[in-house]
């Protein structure tokens, strides 16, 4: 084994430059550096769910007698539960540790070095994160100054070496969605298209009856943000079934939780109460895309999601970000190439959103 300094040699050659994924601040870094205490922290910065998950989760997780027993590999039950709530057959369904770990396990099964990705930026980063890991290049078509894609721009840059096109519906962090008819003359070149619907349920558009039309179509969701279960790591995709047999061969032996299959069961047995929390972080979103609009320093972008996008046209986003984290309120900053000056919030309660705009107008006033 070589020292620390010898490693570079050791490692894959296209990892030694690699740069990760920035996951947004927990609030158990802040210790000592806010002047309110951790618990009252308004954590509006990873678009969470601020209502939790169903009650009837947290009761059947805690009454199951059985984490010694590994969970079904074979994903029986779940792909049967998960084919009901999508509307397709279970033969379709594949179940990950969060849609994340699919974005990475199509990627695994599509990508090999030399490889291309087609990526519409600015975007969700998993998707770059992943390709590259596997060698894989990103061709990153740039979106139009409201973030739509540019159909006949992503049908030029498909290419011989094209293997995936990746389409977030609504777009993270943009919040806007993909015309369905964009969407289907995308998949209509036949090339394999990922469509990311991680916040369907706050849009309500999907294309998920379209799935046994065609054999090039994946579409993704999560139950980490309508279901409230971002910690307990639960995605899903509908696949052609030829590509949903591939991707169960590859996948880690017992990918999804005990616990997290409990709690899959438990929130589909409560749908009415999970719509619910829905439809007031969608009452909340407008409430809250409203009050931002009034602040002439901010421009908010409409939003499909349960957060919303907004450009700091005054002063920095950084200093605006620091500023708010102080006053105990965490949102996401950006200041990169396609995400200039710019905050993205997440929907959290009423209260929240009170709270946020009481401390933007402190700040600018
Ligand atoms: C577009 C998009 N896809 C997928 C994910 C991943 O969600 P999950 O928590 O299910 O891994 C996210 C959020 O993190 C996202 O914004």
Request: a neutral charge; hydrophobic letters at 40%; proline letters at 5%.
């Amino acid at each position: 084994m070589a020292g620390s300094d010898g490693i570079e040699k050791l490692i894959r050659y296209n990892l030694a430059g690699f740069t990760g994924y920035s996951a947004s601040t927990s609030p158990d870094t802040l210790a000592g550096k806010v002047d309110v205490p951790l618990d009252n922290i308004i954590k509006i910065n990873a678009y969470e769910n601020p209502y939790g998950c169903s009650p009837k989760v947290l009761k059947a997780v805690t009454d199951n007698p059985r984490f010694n027993i590994y969970p079904d590999d074979g994903q029986q039950e779940l792909r049967k539960l998960l084919a009901g709530y999508a509307g397709v057959g279970a033969e379709r369904i594949v179940v990950g540790h969060g849609s994340n770990s699919l974005i990475d396990l199509i990627v695994r099964l599509f990508v090999e070095p030399g490889d291309e990705v087609i990526n519409c930026v600015p975007t969700f980063d998993i998707y770059r994160f992943s390709t590259e890991i596997c060698g894989g290049t990103m061709v990153n078509l740039i979106r139009d100054d409201n973030f739509a894609i540019d159909v006949q721009e992503v049908k030029t840059a498909i290419s011989d070496k094209t293997k995936l096109i990746f389409l977030a519906t609504p777009n993270n962090p943009t919040g806007n969605v993909v015309p369905r008819q964009d969407i289907v003359e995308i998949i209509e070149t036949g090339a394999p298209v990922v469509v990311d619907e991680a916040y369907y349920e706050f849009s309500g558009e999907t294309v998920v009856p379209l799935a046994s039309r065609y054999q090039n179509l994946m579409v993704l969701r999560s139950f980490s943000k309508w279901a409230g279960l971002a910690g307990l790591r639960v995605g899903y995709g509908v696949f052609p079934s030829r590509i949903a047999d591939y991707l169960m061969a590859i996948k880690i032996p017992h990918n999804v939780s005990v616990a997290a299959e409990i709690a899959v069961r438990a929130s589909l047995a409560d749908l009415d109460y999970l719509q619910g929390r829905v439809k007031d972080i969608v009452t909340e979103r407008e409430r809250l895309f409203g009050e931002l609009k009034k602040l002439s320093w901010l421009k908010p972008y409409p939003s499909q999601a349960n957060f919303v996008y907004c450009e700091v046209l005054k002063g920095s986003a950084d200093e605006l970000y620091k500023k708010l984290q102080k006053k105990g309120i965490l949102v996401r900053y950006f200041d990169k190439l396609l995400l200039k000056n710019s905050i993205r919030i997440s929907v959290g309660k009423p209260e929240h959103t009170d709270a946020l705009i009481r401390a933007l107008r402190e700040l600018k006033d």
